[in-house]
């Protein structure tokens, strides 16, 4: 495998030494009071939660869309996840040094999302890729394609006019900061149209159903790395990554500091899957998108929101509406201390429309 330096003038080093993590505004927080590092390529900043223990999110100059995270051990690495595109997985791989000369080995999908699958191809043959039985079929043609699939259009189909957009308020822009800072904009989001046709989903080739526990040789011994399928949730083979000595989780999308998409979800098994999430022992959820947090009154406002909104979307359904009628109507307002966007009725089309699916199976 050839891995491209990052010029060294490009990486900086911080070392933190109060508070390293903010919490997006919005979301009930204690303050972070843990000391660690925090290391960055030019498109990704790493935060350090335990000895060898990296949280890795985009800096914005490639779009990643999703985190991931980056587990180094004395003789290699793990990988949960890896992004959008197999541009994005390259700058996560090319990113890596600033970690680690540790070979990744091993490659674990959280789920079978464009944003968090389709780098996988990126990656070296010799790693092993592991997921969920269902993470496997959706991403190999089993069930579905996903590249014709509403998820990866509703996100995608939208690239070239955020591109157009993006360059006609550049060139309308007198001031040249903000200029500048909009044609960045445009070439990051252009890059990203131009890296999506070259996407080919590769599935992983080590599945679990429930768990697998992986030992990761490390200076004091060894890691337990827990893959664990705790229930159906934001999809059908949702895997969360649990590091019980370490007292940290990786959830992907399963759970978020703010609201998850729900258009694959199985909606009304999300919060029973939650509750066998809260059963585990750690300090620290680590999110596919966001920041780390360690508040679980955050688990608990979501587990609310959907034991919410799958009676109410239910009974407007009852009523006769349409699946596009009830996300305009279904009030969801008595959520927006913990989610400060819902400032009237609405939700998400692309859930209620599954909702309104699961409810005729
Ligand atoms: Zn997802």
Not at 230 to 243: E, I, P, S
Request: proline share 5%; glycine share 6%.
């Amino acid at each position: 495998m050839t891995r491209r330096k990052s010029a060294s003038s490009l990486i900086k080093i911080f070392i933190a030494t109060t508070a390293l993590l903010v919490l997006a505004a919005g979301f009930a927080a204690r303050a972070h009071s843990q000391t660690g590092r925090v290391v960055e390529s030019d498109t990704h900043r790493f935060t350090e939660l335990a000895e060898g223990v990296w949280h890795g999110v985009g800096t914005g100059r490639v779009h990643v869309m999703s985190n991931v995270m980056v587990l180094v051990g004395e003789f290699d690495t793990l990988v949960v996840d890896s992004h959008v595109t197999p541009t994005a997985a390259r700058s996560l791989l090319d990113s890596l040094s600033v970690l680690t000369d540790k070979p990744v080995r091993y490659l674990v999908n959280s789920h079978y999302h464009f944003d968090h699958a389709h780098g996988n191809q990126a990656f070296p043959r010799e790693v092993e890729i592991i997921g969920h039985s269902f993470t496997r079929q959706k991403l190999n043609g089993e069930i579905g394609n996903v590249l014709e699939e509403t998820t990866f259009h509703s996100f995608s189909d939208g690239v070239p006019s955020t591109v157009a957009n993006l360059e006609r308020q550049a060139a309308n822009e007198s001031d040249p900061v903000r200029r500048a800072q909009l044609e960045q904009r445009a070439s990051v989001q252009r890059d990203y149209m131009n890296a999506i046709p070259e996407v080919s989903p590769t599935p992983p080739n080590i599945t679990l159903e429930e768990k697998m526990t992986l030992f990761q040789v490390v200076e004091r011994g060894s890691r337990e790395i827990q893959l664990l399928h705790l229930g159906r949730a934001h999809t059908g083979g949702d895997v969360v990554v649990y590091l019980p000595q370490e007292r940290i989780v990786f959830t992907g999308d399963m759970m978020l500091p703010g609201l998850s998409y729900m258009g694959d979800a199985h909606v009304n098994e999300w919060p029973a899957t939650l509750d066998a999430l809260k059963t585990l022992d750690f300090d620290w959820v680590l999110p596919g998108h966001g920041q780390p947090f360690n508040d679980r009154a955050v688990i608990d406002n979501f587990q609310a929101y959907l034991e919410d909104l799958w009676p109410k979307v239910a009974r407007l359904k009852d009523q006769g509406l349409s699946a596009e009628q009830a996300a305009e109507q279904v009030d969801m307002t008595n959520h927006s201390d913990n989610y400060p966007q819902l400032r009237g009725p609405g939700a998400d089309p692309r859930a209620v429309r599954r909702i309104y699916q699961l409810l005729d199976e």
